[in-house]
């Protein structure tokens, strides 16, 4: 099984239509959170419209969750700025997604595990637990009921669990000084077999994009400087090869045109 995992693509075009274009080469494609980009002057409610396209029309299977620019939560405010420029079914459409509580619901479908689910999930290469824990500002043990699940599914089915979650375990190479404490403390009590990350976008430069916590393998492919992610036509990836028991990070970096792999093998327990 192979695994594309992506993380802040922020509604950059050209990094969803990469995505789109390389999804065929692999089982899964997991983007864990910041689909969107609160500062686009277009208005939240048009970047929610893109990436529902943009996922419909997904030719792989896909597994999101929310990050902080997504807004993916009940007391969040919907922007309809963009509503009186919609006409017929496409203004049903939009008028239907605001009165979701989690505007990411929309997203589910047979080949998309979207935000808040924890879910058995089949590819061409065979079965996968994914587990996708949104983002909240105030809840320091996020979503216990989603990783107590995943658990219990794990040491039945004994498939791989691969965890979703925006922040990055805090007090390590992946997450920092700034990474979720209450991120860790649930992986150090359920370990799953996979945390995949995001967030902090220069921790993998600062520190490492792999470090294993326990049993748990905890990934984060950073993105690049905003300098070099204005020009970088790849989004940084990390690629798992489970058959191969591989790690691969793709990065950019800046003054430079090409991107760079670093491949670690990952240890079984």
Same mark, same amino acid.
């Given at each position: 099984?192979?695994?594309?995992?992506?993380?802040?693509?922020?509604?950059?075009?050209?990094?969803?239509?990469?995505?789109?274009?390389?999804?065929?080469?692999?089982?899964?494609?997991? $983007?864990?959170?910041?689909?969107?980009?609160?500062?686009?002057?277009?208005?939240?409610?048009?970047?929610?419209?893109?990436?529902?396209? !943009?996922?419909?029309?997904?030719?792989?299977?896909?597994?999101?969750?929310?990050?902080?620019?997504? /807004?993916?939560?009940?007391?969040?405010?919907?922007?309809?700025?963009?509503?009186?420029?919609?006409?017929?079914?496409?203004?049903? +459409?939009?008028?239907?997604?605001?009165?979701?509580?989690?505007w990411?619901?929309?997203?589910?479908?047979?080949?998309?595990?979207?935000?808040?689910?924890?879910?058995?999930?089949?590819?061409?290469?065979?079965?996968?637990?994914?587990?996708?824990?949104?983002?909240?500002?105030?809840?320091?043990?996020?979503?216990?009921?989603?990783?107590?699940?995943?658990?219990?599914?794990?040491?039945?089915?004994?498939?791989? !669990?691969?965890?979703?979650?925006?922040?990055?375990?805090?007090?390590?190479?992946?997450?920092?000084?700034?990474? %979720?404490?209450?991120?860790r403390?649930?992986?150090?009590?359920?370990?799953?077999?996979?945390?995949?990350?995001?967030?902090?976008h220069?921790?993998?430069?600062?520190?490492?994009?792999?470090?294993?916590?326990?049993?748990?393998w905890?990934?984060?492919?950073?993105?690049? +400087?905003? $300098?070099?992610?204005? %020009?970088?036509?790849?989004?940084?990836?990390?690629?798992?090869?489970?058959? /191969?028991?591989?790690?691969?990070w793709?990065?950019?970096?800046?003054?430079? %045109?090409?991107?760079?792999?670093? $491949?670690?093998?990952? $240890?079984?327990?």
């Open positions: 099984m192979k695994i594309l995992h992506l993380s802040d693509l922020h509604l950059n075009a050209g990094w969803l239509a990469w995505a789109s274009a390389q999804a065929h080469s692999y089982d899964l494609v997991c $983007v864990s959170g910041d689909l969107l980009d609160m500062f686009s002057r277009k208005g939240h409610f048009w970047g929610v419209l893109a990436i529902k396209d !943009w996922a419909e029309k997904f030719p792989a299977k896909l597994a999101l969750c929310s990050g902080n620019h997504d /807004a993916n939560s009940p007391d969040r405010i919907p922007d309809t700025g963009l509503l009186h420029l919609l006409e017929g079914a496409r203004r049903r +459409e939009a008028e239907r997604l605001i009165l979701l509580e989690r990411m619901d929309s997203l589910e479908g047979p080949s998309v595990v979207t935000d808040n689910r924890t879910q058995l999930v089949e590819t061409a290469s065979g079965h996968v637990l994914v587990t996708t824990i949104p983002y909240s500002f105030i809840d320091w043990q996020p979503r216990k009921d989603l990783w107590k699940t995943g658990q219990k599914l794990r040491k039945e089915t004994r498939l791989p !669990w691969i965890v979703l979650h925006h922040e990055p375990p805090g007090g390590m190479l992946v997450g920092g000084h700034f990474g %979720s404490s209450g991120v403390a649930m992986i150090e009590r359920y370990q799953p077999d996979f945390v995949l990350s995001g967030h902090m220069l921790q993998p430069y600062r520190g490492d994009f792999a470090e294993r916590l326990g049993k748990t905890c990934f984060n492919p950073g993105s690049p +400087e905003e $300098v070099a992610a204005a %020009s970088a036509q790849t989004p940084n990836h990390i690629v798992l090869n489970l058959a /191969a028991g591989t790690a691969a793709c990065f950019s970096k800046a003054g430079k %045109s090409s991107m760079e792999t670093r $491949v670690i093998r990952l $240890v079984s327990s």
